[in-house]
């Protein structure tokens, strides 16, 4: 099963993400999201300079305004393309 990076504040989402196999890695420092799939952010900290230095290879979504859910749809749509 794919390997999820989640933001350690989005603990729902976490857990709804396990609840369909998905093996979550806690994103607590960028060292984390190395070797993910896919990551899940809060998109609270997004970077006002715009700069694009990440070590994350997969894609990114931003949980903000979405339920666990929406979150976990967005997962599956971005792994299954």
Same mark, same amino acid.
């Given at each position: ?8 504040? @989005? ?8 609840? =369909? ?6 994103? =607590? ?7 993910? !799939?896919? *990551?899940?952010?809060?998109? @609270?900290?997004?970077?006002? @300079?715009?700069? %694009?230095?990440?070590?994350? =290879? ?10 666990? !859910?929406?979150? *976990?749809?967005?997962?599956? %749509? =971005? @792994?299954?393309?």
């Amino acid at each position: 099963m794919s390997k999820i990076g989640v933001e350690q504040s @989005l603990t729902n989402v976490q857990d709804a993400l396990r609840a =369909k196999g998905y093996d979550i890695v806690e994103l =607590k420092q960028e060292s984390d999201a190395q070797g993910v !799939d896919c *990551c899940v952010v809060t998109g @609270l900290d997004s970077n006002v @300079l715009g700069e %694009q230095t990440t070590s994350i =290879k997969g894609s990114v979504i931003e949980a903000n305004g979405l339920t666990a !859910d929406e979150v *976990c749809q967005q997962v599956e %749509q =971005k @792994l299954n393309h």
